[in-house]
C-alpha cells in the first residue's frame, strides 16, 4: 500500500485538514504518530509536535529523547507536557487507585487523561487541529470491543473525523491513518529508517485492549477494512451523546462531568 496516497485521500474525503490550519499532532514516539508527522509535514502542513511525557522511566526517556531529535530535524517545533504536573500524580499511582476505588483496569484510564490533556494543550498552543496516529487496527478494534461490551454507541464518534467540532473548548481530532493498516505503518516507518522504539507501551499487558489485538491477529486487512466501513455505514447519530462543557473543568465532556474530573475525584 502507499500510506502517502492514502493519507493524502482520507484528509480530502473527509475534508480533516486545510492549508491554513494550525496543526497539533499528539506524539507518542511509536511508528503511527511518528509516520503521521513526516507525511503532514512532507504536505505542506502546518505542524507542531505535542508529546505527553507519561513517565515511565528509561521507555519515555528514549520516546521522549527520540521525538526531540526527530522533530529539530524536520524543523518542526515540539512541545512537552508533563503528566505528572498535569494531574499531580504519575499515571501508575492513578492506575492503582482506580483499580482499588473503583475497579477500573486497562487501556482507558490512561487515555481518558491522555485525551483531557491532549485536548487542553492543543487549545493553549492555538491549534485548529489535533492529529492522531489511530491505525485501521486501533479503529476496528474498538468497533469490535464495543460490540463485545454491548454498547456500539460507544464509537458513534469513531470516524477519520470525531465528533464534537462545534463545542466550544473542543480542538477538532482528526484521524488521518484511519485506513492504513498496523502492517503498512509499520512496513513505511521501518522503509523510512525511523529512528525509534518500535514496541509497545510496557504498561499495557492483560488488558481488553491487549486481548482483542490478540483474538483478532487472524482477522485480515481487509476484513479489518470492512469491520470499520461497515460501522460508518450504520451513520450512527449521537443525539443525546453530543459533547458539552464539564461543570467542573470546562473541557469537553459527554456528561455533566467529564471522564478526567472523575479520575480527579478519586485521587
Ligand atoms: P495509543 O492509545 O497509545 O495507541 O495512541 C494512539 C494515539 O494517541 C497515538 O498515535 C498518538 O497520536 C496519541 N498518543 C498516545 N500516547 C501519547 C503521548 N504520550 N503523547 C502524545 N500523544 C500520544
Ligand atoms: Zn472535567
Known sequence: MDVEKRVVETIKKYKLLRK????????????????????????????????????????????????????????????????????????C??????KKRKGLTGCSVCGTVKRWI?????????????VTGHNLDDEAQNVLMNYLKGNVLLGVNSAPLAGGGSVDGFVQRVKPLFFVPESEIRKYAEK??????????????????VETRGWM???SDG????????FMD??????????????RCGEPSSGEVCKACEIFGCL
Open 20 to 91: 491554513s490550519d494550525k496543526v497539533i499532532v499528539a506524539l507518542s514516539g511509536g511508528k503511527d504518530s511518528t509516520s503521521v508527522l513526516y507525511i503532514l509535514k512532507k504536505l505542506g502542513y502546518d505542524v507542531r509536535g505535542l508529546m505527553i511525557d507519561l513517565g515511565f522511566g528509561e521507555w519515555s526517556r528514549i520516546h521522549n529523547e527520540n521525538m526531540g531529535r526527530f522533530c529539530s530535524g524536520l524543523g518542526v517545533p515540539l512541545t512537552v507536557v508533563d503528566l505528572k504536573a498535569e494531574m499531580g500524580q504519575g499515571i
Open 192 to 209: 523510512m529508517k525511523f529512528d525509534i522504539l518500535y514496541d509497545r507501551c510496557p504498561c499495557a499487558f492483560g488488558t481488553y485492549r
Open 234 to 247: 450504520l451513520d450512527l447519530k449521537s443525539e443525546g451523546r453530543e459533547l458539552r462543557k464539564c461543570v
Open 93 to 98: 499511582f492513578i492506575k492503582a487507585v482506580l
Open 223 to 230: 476484513e479489518k477494512l470492512k469491520i470499520v466501513e461497515g
Open 217 to 219: 491477529s487472524n482477522i
Open 118 to 130: 491532549l485536548n487542553k494543550w492543543a487549545r493553549k498552543l492555538g491549534g485548529d487541529v489535533l
